[in-house]
């Protein structure tokens, strides 16, 4: 498990990105967990994001969440939030519901790989083994990524390519056994 989904991205300045809910390396709460697994206690809340540290000229984010080892092949998309403020440094825990209560003004979720637009928690199919969780925050020199409202997540990530210049990234695992 040694590949990295940003290796064939161009380089960009790194950023600081800390969560009160998940830690670097570790598993998952079980709140973060889709209501679609068969995990106790799962609430498909998104977690806490801050972040520090951004590039110089950033003028908005993108926060986005991906399983990297879903068995699709593509590898699961489970949020995208686009055209978050640059004054703008922190996401409560279950910000990414489906009335999008917890985003600021102007910033909008796109359609997860369930074209669902909220935050979609984990749901490693059992006994697949652990999962990869990578939350990142974006920092764009736009203050608006210009994709349509339902854009998929792939389409996002090729728009903003050429815009972005800092990446901050929290992965967590998750597994159901």
Same mark, same amino acid.
């Given at each position: 498990?040694?590949?990295?989904?940003? *290796?064939?991205?161009?380089?960009?300045?790194?950023? #600081?990105?800390?969560?009160? =809910?998940?830690?670097?390396?570790?598993?998952?709460? &079980?709140?973060?967990?889709?209501?679609?697994?068969?995990?106790?206690?799962?609430?498909?809340?998104?977690?806490?994001?801050?972040? *520090?540290?951004?590039? =110089?000229?950033?003028?908005?984010?993108?926060?986005?969440?991906?399983?990297?080892?879903?068995?699709?092949?593509?590898?699961?998309?489970?949020?995208?939030?686009?055209?978050?403020?640059?004054?703008?440094?922190?996401?409560?825990?279950?910000?990414? =519901?489906?009335?999008?209560?917890?985003?600021?003004?102007?910033?909008? #979720?796109?359609?997860? =790989?369930?074209?669902?637009?909220?935050?979609?928690?984990?749901? /490693? /199919?059992?006994?697949?083994? /652990?999962?990869?969780?990578?939350?990142?925050?974006?920092?764009?020199?736009?203050?608006?990524?210009?994709? &349509?409202?339902?854009?998929? /997540?792939?389409?996002?990530?090729?728009?903003?390519? *050429?815009?972005?210049?800092?990446? &901050?990234?929290?992965?967590?695992?998750?597994?159901?056994?």
């Amino acid at each position: 498990m040694n590949n990295n989904p940003f *290796s064939k991205l161009p380089e960009v300045a790194v950023f #600081q990105l800390e969560s009160n =809910d998940i830690v670097e390396g570790h598993p998952l709460p &079980a709140q973060h967990y889709s209501e679609m697994s068969t995990l106790e206690g799962s609430k498909d809340l998104s977690p806490h994001l801050k972040w *520090s540290g951004v590039p =110089d000229g950033t003028k908005s984010f993108v926060v986005t969440a991906y399983d990297l080892d879903a068995p699709t092949g593509s590898g699961l998309w489970h949020w995208a939030v686009i055209n978050i403020p640059a004054s703008v440094t922190e996401l409560p825990t279950g910000a990414g =519901d489906e009335h999008s209560s917890g985003l600021p003004k102007g910033s909008l #979720q796109l359609p997860n =790989d369930l074209r669902l637009k909220r935050f979609i928690g984990a749901a /490693p /199919p059992a006994g697949h083994g /652990p999962h990869r969780y990578y939350f990142v925050v974006h920092a764009l020199d736009v203050e608006n990524i210009s994709v &349509a409202p339902n854009s998929t /997540p792939a389409l996002l990530g090729f728009t903003m390519l *050429s815009h972005t210049l800092g990446r &901050a990234v929290l992965m967590a695992t998750g597994e159901v056994k």
